[in-house]
T-cell receptor
């Protein structure tokens, strides 16, 4: 498997501010990382695929100017929620894809609350 | 379209056996994954099937029938710590995961 960390584990911010979430692959060089969002009692929703050294690929309906993704190295991808609003409050989880079978290993998640 | 179906919730008794079913429809197929997710935590990888048949891993087993678009996760000797949501995900021809909504498993003593 792969060990993935996220920072911070939780954050509370005021409406209109920006929040940066870091995702680190600790023992694996990840050319591809994924960012998910999960609302209470719902399944994972893929937001974007983060590719090292290139632009992220966003899923339909996800605003790329609002959710800025930077994958500057093989071990770090960041998600910045810009001008956050209460409806952006959610559980944000990153993952890395490893192996021939492409299984994904997830970070512990970041709980964002926008007041 | 692409779709994953699994039951919303199941209840079982400690020490018993439970089977969680999943049916899928995807554009192409590159395997079926099962993940476990405890409340408030991220999912953890349980199993991967790409060929028909049963894969056993300790108390957990996963089965796949590609012709039927069907998989199940079998949990034996249930323990209270197995109370969690179980997510089924199928990988399509582009190696993208299509996620089910998850099955919440409640274990009663």
């Amino acid at each position: 498997g792969a060990v993935v960390s996220q920072h911070p584990s939780w954050v509370i911010c005021k409406s209109g501010t920006s929040v940066k979430i870091e995702c680190r692959s600790l023992d694996f060089q990840a050319t591809t990382m994924f960012w998910y969002r999960q609302f209470p009692k719902q399944s994972l929703m893929l937001m974007a695929t983060s590719n090292e050294g290139s632009k992220a690929t966003y899923e339909q309906g996800v605003e790329k100017d609002k959710f800025l993704i930077n994958h500057a190295s093989l071990t770090l991808s960041t998600l910045t929620v810009t001008s956050a609003h209460p409806e952006d409050s959610s559980f944000y989880i990153c993952s890395v894809r490893v192996g021939r079978t492409y299984e994904q290993y997830f970070g512990p998640g970041t709980r964002l609350t926008v007041t | 379209g692409q779709n994953i179906d699994q039951p919303t919730e199941m209840t079982a008794t400690e020490g018993a056996i439970v089977q969680i079913n999943c049916t899928y429809q995807t554009s192409g197929f590159n395997g079926l994954f099962w993940y476990q997710q405890h409340a408030g935590e991220a999912p953890t990888f349980l199993s991967y099937n790409v060929l028909d048949g049963l894969e056993e891993k300790g108390r957990f087993s996963s089965f796949l029938s590609r012709s039927k678009g069907y998989s199940y996760l079998l949990l034996k000797e249930l323990q209270m710590k197995d109370s969690a949501s179980y997510l089924c995900a199928a990988m399509d021809s582009n190696y993208q995961l299509i996620w089910g909504a998850g099955t919440k498993l409640i274990i009663k003593p």
